[in-house]
Protein backbone atom coordinates (compact mmCIF):
# COMPACT_ATOMS: atom_id res chain seq x y z
CA UNK A 1 0.00 0.00 0.00
CA UNK A 2 1.12 3.92 -0.50
CA UNK A 3 0.72 6.79 0.91
CA UNK A 4 -1.96 8.04 -1.91
CA UNK A 5 -3.99 4.40 -1.35
CA UNK A 6 -5.31 5.51 2.01
CA UNK A 7 -8.48 7.31 2.17
CA UNK A 8 -9.26 9.39 5.18
CA UNK A 9 -11.80 7.66 7.60
CA UNK A 10 -13.24 11.11 9.30
CA UNK A 11 -12.38 14.67 8.02
CA UNK A 12 -13.71 16.54 10.58
CA UNK A 13 -10.71 17.73 12.57
CA UNK A 14 -9.35 20.12 10.67
CA UNK A 15 -8.89 22.80 13.08
CA UNK A 16 -8.08 20.16 15.74
CA UNK A 17 -5.46 21.76 17.72
CA UNK A 18 -7.73 24.92 18.52
CA UNK A 19 -10.03 22.82 20.09
CA UNK A 20 -8.45 19.99 22.18
CA UNK A 21 -8.62 19.92 25.84
CA UNK A 22 -5.41 18.97 25.87
CA UNK A 23 -3.90 21.63 23.40
CA UNK A 24 -0.84 23.70 25.11
CA UNK A 25 -1.38 26.65 23.10
CA UNK A 26 -5.05 29.03 24.58
CA UNK A 27 -8.02 28.03 23.14
CA UNK A 28 -11.50 30.21 23.42
CA UNK A 29 -10.90 33.02 26.02
CA UNK A 30 -8.29 31.82 27.88
CA UNK A 31 -5.97 34.44 27.56
CA UNK A 32 -8.51 36.39 29.70
CA UNK A 33 -8.78 33.84 32.19
CA UNK A 34 -5.25 32.56 32.54
CA UNK A 35 -5.11 36.07 34.33
CA UNK A 36 -6.62 34.94 37.45
CA UNK A 37 -4.51 32.19 37.78
CA UNK A 38 -0.89 33.92 37.30
CA UNK A 39 1.31 34.64 39.94
CA UNK A 40 2.78 37.80 40.35
CA UNK A 41 6.17 37.50 42.32
CA UNK A 42 8.58 35.05 41.56
CA UNK A 43 8.06 32.98 44.74
CA UNK A 44 4.43 31.87 43.81
CA UNK A 45 6.17 30.65 40.76
CA UNK A 46 6.19 26.93 40.90
CA UNK A 47 8.44 24.58 40.13
CA UNK A 48 11.37 24.84 37.54
CA UNK A 49 13.77 25.46 40.48
CA UNK A 50 17.44 26.37 39.02
CA UNK A 51 15.81 29.24 36.69
CA UNK A 52 14.03 30.35 39.49
CA UNK A 53 17.67 30.84 41.52
CA UNK A 54 19.25 32.13 38.26
CA UNK A 55 16.84 34.76 37.91
CA UNK A 56 16.66 35.57 41.27
CA UNK A 57 19.87 36.82 41.23
CA UNK A 58 19.99 38.43 38.02
CA UNK A 59 16.92 40.78 39.33
CA UNK A 60 18.57 41.16 42.49
CA UNK A 61 21.64 42.52 41.19
CA UNK A 62 20.43 44.83 38.42
CA UNK A 63 18.40 46.21 41.63
CA UNK A 64 21.43 46.49 43.43
CA UNK A 65 23.26 48.01 40.83
CA UNK A 66 19.99 50.31 40.29
CA UNK A 67 20.27 49.70 36.48
CA UNK A 68 17.56 47.54 33.97
CA UNK A 69 18.71 44.19 33.70
CA UNK A 70 20.52 42.35 30.67
CA UNK A 71 17.62 41.56 27.85
CA UNK A 72 15.76 38.12 28.46
CA UNK A 73 15.05 35.22 26.67
CA UNK A 74 12.64 32.68 27.64
CA UNK A 75 12.86 29.56 25.27
CA UNK A 76 10.03 26.46 25.17
CA UNK A 77 6.78 24.93 24.32
CA UNK A 78 3.71 26.55 24.64
CA UNK A 79 1.91 26.60 28.21
CA UNK A 80 4.80 26.29 30.55
CA UNK A 81 4.87 30.16 31.68
CA UNK A 82 6.87 32.18 29.74
CA UNK A 83 4.80 35.46 29.65
CA UNK A 84 4.01 34.67 33.19
CA UNK A 85 7.58 35.22 34.18
CA UNK A 86 7.83 38.15 31.75
CA UNK A 87 5.14 39.47 33.89
CA UNK A 88 6.72 39.01 37.31
CA UNK A 89 10.26 40.18 36.10
CA UNK A 90 8.08 43.41 35.52
CA UNK A 91 6.51 43.09 38.54
CA UNK A 92 9.44 41.99 40.94
CA UNK A 93 11.54 45.19 39.66
CA UNK A 94 8.27 47.60 39.75
CA UNK A 95 8.69 48.81 36.01
CA UNK A 96 5.84 48.85 33.79
CA UNK A 97 5.52 46.25 31.09
CA UNK A 98 4.52 46.52 27.35
CA UNK A 99 3.30 43.57 25.41
CA UNK A 100 3.80 42.98 21.61
CA UNK A 101 4.27 39.57 19.14
CA UNK A 102 6.24 38.62 16.85
CA UNK A 103 2.70 38.65 14.51
CA UNK A 104 2.05 41.63 15.75
CA UNK A 105 4.43 43.91 14.41
CA UNK A 106 4.03 43.78 10.37
CA UNK A 107 6.30 46.62 9.58
CA UNK A 108 9.65 47.83 11.33
CA UNK A 109 7.96 50.78 11.32
CA UNK A 110 5.29 49.35 13.76
CA UNK A 111 8.32 48.17 16.02
CA UNK A 112 9.96 51.82 15.84
CA UNK A 113 6.99 53.35 17.48
CA UNK A 114 6.90 50.76 19.86
CA UNK A 115 10.48 51.59 20.75
CA UNK A 116 10.52 55.53 20.49
CA UNK A 117 7.43 55.63 23.20
CA UNK A 118 9.48 53.26 25.68
CA UNK A 119 9.88 54.75 29.50
CA UNK A 120 13.68 54.04 30.99
CA UNK A 121 13.53 50.61 32.20
CA UNK A 122 10.28 49.79 31.30
CA UNK A 123 9.78 46.08 29.94
CA UNK A 124 9.52 45.26 26.29
CA UNK A 125 7.25 41.43 25.89
CA UNK A 126 7.86 40.67 22.89
CA UNK A 127 5.93 37.03 22.28
CA UNK A 128 7.19 34.11 19.20
CA UNK A 129 9.82 36.73 18.97
CA UNK A 130 11.10 34.07 16.43
CA UNK A 131 7.83 35.42 14.24
CA UNK A 132 9.23 38.74 13.45
CA UNK A 133 9.45 40.12 10.09
CA UNK A 134 13.59 40.44 9.21
CA UNK A 135 13.33 44.07 8.92
CA UNK A 136 12.49 44.82 12.26
CA UNK A 137 14.55 42.27 13.74
CA UNK A 138 17.40 44.42 12.43
CA UNK A 139 16.03 47.68 13.87
CA UNK A 140 15.38 45.49 17.42
CA UNK A 141 19.24 44.22 17.20
CA UNK A 142 19.91 47.83 17.00
CA UNK A 143 18.18 49.17 19.48
CA UNK A 144 18.85 46.80 21.75
CA UNK A 145 22.45 46.90 21.81
CA UNK A 146 22.90 50.80 21.17
CA UNK A 147 19.32 52.13 22.33
CA UNK A 148 19.01 53.74 19.32
CA UNK A 149 16.52 53.57 16.65
CA UNK A 150 16.44 55.27 13.27
CA UNK A 151 13.40 56.95 12.02
CA UNK A 152 12.73 57.06 8.63
CA UNK A 153 11.24 60.51 7.65
CA UNK A 154 9.75 60.83 4.25
CA UNK A 155 9.20 58.60 1.61
CA UNK A 156 11.15 57.99 -2.00
CA UNK A 157 14.42 59.09 -3.29
CA UNK A 158 14.09 62.08 -0.38
CA UNK A 159 13.54 59.91 2.94
CA UNK A 160 16.07 60.43 5.68
CA UNK A 161 16.58 58.70 9.09
CA UNK A 162 17.03 60.62 11.57
CA UNK A 163 18.64 58.73 14.49
CA UNK A 164 16.64 58.56 17.37
CA UNK A 165 18.32 57.39 21.18
CA UNK A 166 16.53 55.45 23.46
CA UNK A 167 16.28 55.59 26.94
CA UNK A 168 17.96 51.73 28.73
CA UNK A 169 14.99 49.22 28.64
CA UNK A 170 14.73 45.53 29.00
CA UNK A 171 13.49 43.15 26.07
CA UNK A 172 11.86 40.38 27.14
CA UNK A 173 11.58 37.70 23.96
CA UNK A 174 9.74 34.62 24.27
CA UNK A 175 9.81 31.77 21.79
CA UNK A 176 8.49 28.17 20.88
CA UNK A 177 10.83 27.66 18.53
CA UNK A 178 14.80 29.27 19.14
CA UNK A 179 16.09 27.29 17.15
CA UNK A 180 14.62 29.85 13.94
CA UNK A 181 16.00 32.86 15.87
CA UNK A 182 19.05 34.13 13.88
CA UNK A 183 21.97 34.14 15.65
CA UNK A 184 22.63 37.86 16.06
CA UNK A 185 19.57 38.26 17.84
CA UNK A 186 20.11 35.22 20.09
CA UNK A 187 23.28 36.59 20.97
CA UNK A 188 21.17 40.03 22.16
CA UNK A 189 20.34 38.40 25.33
CA UNK A 190 22.58 38.53 28.28
CA UNK A 191 20.06 35.80 29.65
CA UNK A 192 18.36 32.67 28.52
CA UNK A 193 16.17 30.27 29.96
CA UNK A 194 14.98 27.11 28.73
CA UNK A 195 11.65 26.42 30.70
CA UNK A 196 10.67 21.96 30.76
CA UNK A 197 7.98 20.56 31.09
CA UNK A 198 6.63 19.74 34.87
CA UNK A 199 7.13 16.83 36.53
CA UNK A 200 4.12 15.65 38.24
CA UNK A 201 4.68 16.57 42.03
CA UNK A 202 5.43 20.59 40.55
CA UNK A 203 2.05 20.37 38.56
CA UNK A 204 0.19 18.74 41.76
CA UNK A 205 1.51 21.57 43.63
CA UNK A 206 0.65 23.77 40.50
CA UNK A 207 -3.01 22.79 40.62
CA UNK A 208 -3.07 22.96 44.69
CA UNK A 209 -2.19 26.68 44.56
CA UNK A 210 -5.13 27.14 41.25
CA UNK A 211 -7.89 25.65 43.13
CA UNK A 212 -7.25 27.68 46.23
CA UNK A 213 -7.63 31.16 43.56
CA UNK A 214 -10.91 28.68 41.45
CA UNK A 215 -12.32 27.95 45.42
CA UNK A 216 -12.43 24.41 44.60
CA UNK A 217 -11.68 22.17 47.73
CA UNK A 218 -9.93 19.30 46.15
CA UNK A 219 -10.09 15.94 48.34
CA UNK A 220 -6.61 13.91 48.87
CA UNK A 221 -5.31 12.20 45.51
CA UNK A 222 -7.78 14.64 43.35
CA UNK A 223 -4.82 16.81 42.46
CA UNK A 224 -2.98 13.75 41.80
CA UNK A 225 -5.75 12.23 39.19
CA UNK A 226 -5.02 15.83 37.50
CA UNK A 227 -2.00 16.42 37.50
CA UNK A 228 -1.14 12.73 35.75
CA UNK A 229 -3.53 13.74 32.85
CA UNK A 230 -1.85 17.43 32.53
CA UNK A 231 1.31 16.40 29.91
CA UNK A 232 3.69 18.27 32.04
CA UNK A 233 2.33 21.52 30.83
CA UNK A 234 0.78 24.13 33.39
CA UNK A 235 -1.62 25.50 30.82
CA UNK A 236 -3.56 22.24 30.58
CA UNK A 237 -3.57 21.55 34.43
CA UNK A 238 -5.57 24.78 35.07
CA UNK A 239 -7.56 23.85 31.82
CA UNK A 240 -8.53 20.29 33.13
CA UNK A 241 -9.08 22.05 36.69
CA UNK A 242 -11.60 24.46 35.33
CA UNK A 243 -13.71 21.60 33.38
CA UNK A 244 -13.42 19.75 37.12
CA UNK A 245 -14.64 22.67 38.37
CA UNK A 246 -18.08 22.69 36.32
CA UNK A 247 -18.13 18.96 36.88
CA UNK A 248 -18.16 20.19 40.64
CA UNK A 249 -20.93 23.16 40.35
CA UNK A 250 -23.02 20.83 38.61
CA UNK A 251 -23.10 18.07 40.60
CA UNK A 252 -23.30 19.70 43.58
CA UNK A 253 -20.08 18.96 45.68
CA UNK A 254 -18.55 20.49 48.42
CA UNK A 255 -15.42 18.35 47.92
CA UNK A 256 -13.77 17.00 44.45
CA UNK A 257 -12.19 13.51 45.11
CA UNK A 258 -10.36 11.95 42.82
CA UNK A 259 -12.83 9.83 41.62
CA UNK A 260 -14.53 13.02 40.20
CA UNK A 261 -11.52 14.16 38.55
CA UNK A 262 -11.46 10.84 36.71
CA UNK A 263 -15.35 10.86 35.62
CA UNK A 264 -15.06 14.44 34.80
CA UNK A 265 -11.85 14.00 32.51
CA UNK A 266 -13.41 10.75 30.75
CA UNK A 267 -16.28 13.01 29.52
CA UNK A 268 -14.07 14.86 27.53
CA UNK A 269 -12.50 11.39 26.49
CA UNK A 270 -9.17 12.48 28.54
CA UNK A 271 -7.56 9.43 29.58
CA UNK A 272 -5.51 8.57 32.82
CA UNK A 273 -2.09 9.56 30.95
CA UNK A 274 -3.35 12.58 29.09
CA UNK A 275 -4.07 11.13 25.92
CA UNK A 276 -7.32 12.54 24.14
CA UNK A 277 -9.54 10.72 21.50
CA UNK A 278 -6.89 11.95 18.58
CA UNK A 279 -3.93 10.47 20.48
CA UNK A 280 -5.61 7.50 21.06
CA UNK A 281 -6.67 7.72 17.19
CA UNK A 282 -3.22 7.78 16.04
CA UNK A 283 -2.14 4.57 17.79
CA UNK A 284 -4.90 2.56 17.38
CA UNK A 285 -4.12 3.33 13.74
CA UNK A 286 -0.46 2.13 14.32
CA UNK A 287 -0.91 -0.94 16.20
CA UNK A 288 -4.27 -2.21 14.51
CA UNK A 289 -3.85 -0.82 10.63
CA UNK A 290 -0.30 -1.56 10.41
CA UNK A 291 0.32 -3.95 13.35
CA UNK A 292 2.25 -1.76 15.34
CA UNK A 293 4.35 0.33 12.00
CA UNK A 294 6.45 0.92 10.72
CA UNK A 295 4.29 3.36 9.23
CA UNK A 296 4.65 7.19 6.92
CA UNK A 297 3.66 9.84 8.20
CA UNK A 298 0.90 10.67 5.53
CA UNK A 299 -0.40 7.17 5.56
CA UNK A 300 -1.11 7.20 9.32
CA UNK A 301 -2.33 11.24 9.08
CA UNK A 302 -4.53 9.46 6.30
CA UNK A 303 -6.07 6.75 8.40
CA UNK A 304 -7.22 9.30 11.38
CA UNK A 305 -8.67 11.61 8.82
CA UNK A 306 -6.04 14.60 9.89
CA UNK A 307 -3.64 16.75 8.28
CA UNK A 308 0.11 15.44 8.18
CA UNK A 309 1.36 18.57 9.82
CA UNK A 310 -1.70 18.24 12.48
CA UNK A 311 -0.53 14.55 13.51
CA UNK A 312 3.27 15.71 13.32
CA UNK A 313 3.33 18.65 15.70
CA UNK A 314 0.32 18.02 17.70
CA UNK A 315 0.07 14.65 18.84
CA UNK A 316 3.92 13.48 17.91
CA UNK A 317 5.53 15.26 20.27
CA UNK A 318 3.84 13.98 23.30
CA UNK A 319 3.44 9.96 22.27
CA UNK A 320 7.19 10.27 21.42
CA UNK A 321 8.22 12.04 25.12
CA UNK A 322 6.06 9.79 27.03
CA UNK A 323 7.25 6.72 25.16
CA UNK A 324 4.49 5.70 22.71
CA UNK A 325 5.97 5.84 19.45
CA UNK A 326 9.06 6.12 17.88
CA UNK A 327 10.09 8.32 14.57
CA UNK A 328 12.09 5.88 12.91
CA UNK A 329 13.77 6.36 9.03
CA UNK A 330 10.92 4.20 8.11
CA UNK A 331 8.32 5.36 9.75
CA UNK A 332 5.93 5.26 12.91
CA UNK A 333 6.30 2.28 14.94
CA UNK A 334 4.38 1.97 18.26
CA UNK A 335 6.18 0.82 21.83
CA UNK A 336 5.56 -2.11 23.37
CA UNK A 337 4.13 0.37 26.34
CA UNK A 338 1.13 1.72 23.59
CA UNK A 339 0.06 -1.88 22.63
CA UNK A 340 -0.33 -2.01 26.68
CA UNK A 341 -2.14 1.36 26.65
CA UNK A 342 -4.32 0.12 24.27
CA UNK A 343 -5.00 -2.79 26.45
CA UNK A 344 -2.66 -5.20 23.59
CA UNK A 345 0.56 -7.37 23.76
CA UNK A 346 3.11 -6.65 20.51
CA UNK A 347 3.36 -10.21 19.70
CA UNK A 348 -0.80 -10.25 19.26
CA UNK A 349 -1.36 -10.73 16.02
CA UNK A 350 -4.04 -7.84 15.41
CA UNK A 351 -5.37 -8.76 11.95
CA UNK A 352 -6.97 -12.04 14.15
CA UNK A 353 -8.75 -9.77 16.90
CA UNK A 354 -11.22 -7.82 14.79
P1 LIG B 1 3.38 30.55 27.91
O1 LIG B 1 3.58 32.03 27.81
O2 LIG B 1 4.67 29.79 28.08
O3 LIG B 1 2.54 29.99 26.80
P2 LIG B 1 1.82 31.25 30.26
O4 LIG B 1 2.80 32.03 31.03
O5 LIG B 1 0.75 32.02 29.56
O6 LIG B 1 2.56 30.26 29.25
O7 LIG B 1 1.15 30.20 31.28
C1 LIG B 1 -0.08 29.55 31.02
C2 LIG B 1 -0.89 29.45 32.29
O8 LIG B 1 -0.22 28.59 33.22
C3 LIG B 1 -1.08 30.78 33.04
O9 LIG B 1 -2.39 30.83 33.57
C4 LIG B 1 -0.08 30.74 34.16
O10 LIG B 1 -0.53 31.41 35.27
C5 LIG B 1 0.06 29.26 34.45
N1 LIG B 1 1.45 28.94 34.83
C6 LIG B 1 2.46 28.66 33.98
N2 LIG B 1 3.59 28.36 34.66
C7 LIG B 1 3.30 28.47 35.95
C8 LIG B 1 4.06 28.27 37.15
N3 LIG B 1 5.33 27.87 37.10
N4 LIG B 1 3.46 28.49 38.33
C9 LIG B 1 2.15 28.86 38.38
N5 LIG B 1 1.37 29.04 37.28
C10 LIG B 1 1.92 28.85 36.07
Known sequence: MTDNDVQPQDNTGANEESLRMVSA???????VSDEELRPHVLDGFIGQPRLKAQLQLFLDAARKRDVPPDHILLAGPPGLGKTTL?????????????????PAIQHAGDLASILSSLDAGEVLFID??????????????IAM?????????????????????????????????????????????????????????????????????LGVALAEGASAQLARRSRGTPRIA????RRVRDWAVVHDLDVVGPDDVCEALALYQIDTEGLDRLDIAVLNAIVRNFNGGP??????????????????????????REGFL?????GRVATAKAWEHLGLRPQDDVSKLF
Not at 25 to 31: A, D, S, V
Not at 86 to 102: C, D, F, H, K, Q
Not at 326 to 330: D, E
Open 86 to 102: AMIVANELGVPIRVTSG
Open 145 to 213: EDFRVDVMVGKGPGATSIPLTLPRFTVIGATTREGMLPSPLRARFGFTAHLDFYPHEELEKLIERSSAV
Open 25 to 31: TPIGNEP
Open 128 to 141: EIHRLPRPAEELLY
Open 295 to 320: VGLNNLAAMVGEESETVETVCEPYLV
Open 326 to 330: MRTPK
Open 238 to 241: NRLL
